[in-house]
């Protein structure tokens, strides 16, 4: 114990870092002051105001759709590219396949999202689509970059399957794709689970692909919050983010309550 109190202190700075600034946003989603950095007695007027409020509730309407869609897109191209990787051997074009999945995810944000704007334009002056960017090019965007983290972790999944079961499958009679569907895609499901999830929150949090590549009537919650926190933070984005705390954290205790009981049985 004496030798791992630095250990226990360090992580104490680091945990009180990380939560301390939430619990006071959490508390002052409470204040009933218009102003974020004035007490001004408890209230949950902010609340109401905040299921009240059109804009915010669109904007998380759009994100959840935008998300949704660009998880679901995005697990599958993702699940292709990393069955490709693995399963095919050396390939003509495999190298340049690799860079091209794996090049979203260490890109630059603005450079992703200023490089889809122009494709966007592009493709408008050529085809006439999209006539106007709205929730079409928010999904195919993040859906861009939602493939390359699902490649990545089906990549990983299959690595570590043994390749046996798919041969006795068809040993046993089986072609493709049932070998695909019947064998390989059940073992695939946790990590295509956690792929969807992961490409999800991604989605949900993007701000600054979204900035480029949205239109009007087509603003997401971070863009909304953003622009709303420009001009100063108030009681009803404290709310806003209590929110969602709250529910990230029934979705954790939920998934650790279902881990346990797999653990026990």
């Known amino acids: ?14 945990f009180a870092l990380l939560y301390v600034p939430l619990a ?62 693995t399963r095919f051997g050396r390939f003509r074009f495999r190298l340049l396949l690799s860079g091209m999945a794996t090049a979203p995810i260490v890109m630059p944000e603005v450079v992703t999202g200023l490089s889809l704007l122009l494709l966007f334009i592009s493709m408008e002056a050529l085809l006439g689509w999209p006539a ?53 895609l059940p073992a695939l499901t946790p990590a295509l689970v956690s792929g969807w999830l992961l490409s999800f929150t991604l989605s949900l949090d993007d701000l600054v692909i979204a900035s480029f590549v949205s239109g009007p009537g087509a603003s997401t919650l971070p863009m909304v919050v953003f622009s709303k926190v420009r001009l100063g933070v108030t009681p009803e984005i404290n709310a806003l983010a209590t929110l969602m705390i709250v529910l990230v954290a029934i979705c954790v205790g939920l998934a650790a309550w279902r881990m346990a009981r797999a653990g026990k049985g």
Not at 1 to 14: F, Y
Not at 31 to 50: D, F, M, R
């Open 24 to 85: 006071i946003m959490v508390i002052y989603s409470f204040n009933a002051s218009k102003l974020a950095s004035v007490w001004g007695g408890w209230s949950v007027q902010w609340y109401g105001e905040l299921l009240a409020n059109d804009q915010i509730l669109t904007a998380a309407w759009v994100s959840l759709k935008v998300a949704a869609m660009a998880a679901s897109i995005g697990t599958v191209f993702g699940t292709l590219i990393g069955y490709a990787m």
């Open 132 to 184: 106007e960017r709205g929730i079409d090019t928010i999904v195919i965007a993040h859906a861009t970059f939602c493939m390359a983290f699902v490649a990545v972790i089906v990549q990983a999944r299959l690595a570590d399957l043994d390749v046996s079961v798919e041969e006795a499958a068809m040993d046993l009679g089986a072609r493709q794709p049932r070998v695909f569907f019947d064998v390989t």
């Open 1 to 14: 114990m004496k030798r791992g109190w630095p250990l226990l202190v360090g992580a104490g700075i680091g």
